[in-house]
């Protein structure tokens, strides 16, 4: 069983900079497909950005937001930079054990453990 628990959210003005981070248990972190999702109010939880030896991004959050993972540490970072009203959510971190080759992990399908969420809110 893999336990993730995020930190990092909160409120912030349009144009700023918040940062999340996603720690996992287990003892393989290096091998798990880490994401992030996001879900707003009335919406469905959609996919933000995933990490594995390559990175991949949702196009609402491309150049704004940079995920990186230190496997050292068994966390996941998303950097949010030019946040906007619209990415007002609460954001998921999500991790899978094992790799699938040639997967950006977009889907929530793709994933077998997710944290209780943090919430992110961007005033304008």
């Known amino acids: 069983q893999v336990q993730l628990v995020e930190s990092g959210g909160g409120l912030m003005q349009a144009g700023g900079s918040l940062r999340l981070d996603c720690t996992a248990s287990g003892r393989t972190f290096s091998n798990y497909a880490m994401g992030w999702f996001r879900q707003a109010p009335g919406k469905e939880r959609e996919f933000v950005a995933s990490?594995?030896?390559?990175?991949y991004y949702a196009v609402s959050v491309e150049g704004r937001f940079t995920i990186s993972r230190d496997n050292a540490k068994n966390t996941v970072y998303l950097q949010m930079n030019s946040l906007k009203p619209e990415d007002t959510a609460v954001y998921y971190c999500?991790?899978?054990?094992?790799?699938?080759?040639?997967?950006?992990?977009?889907?929530?399908?793709?994933?077998?453990?997710w944290g209780q969420g943090t919430q992110v809110t961007v005033s304008s």
């Open positions: 990490v594995t030896w390559r990175t």
């Open positions: 999500a991790a899978r054990q094992g790799l699938k080759i040639g997967s950006s992990y977009a889907y929530e399908g793709d994933y077998d453990y």
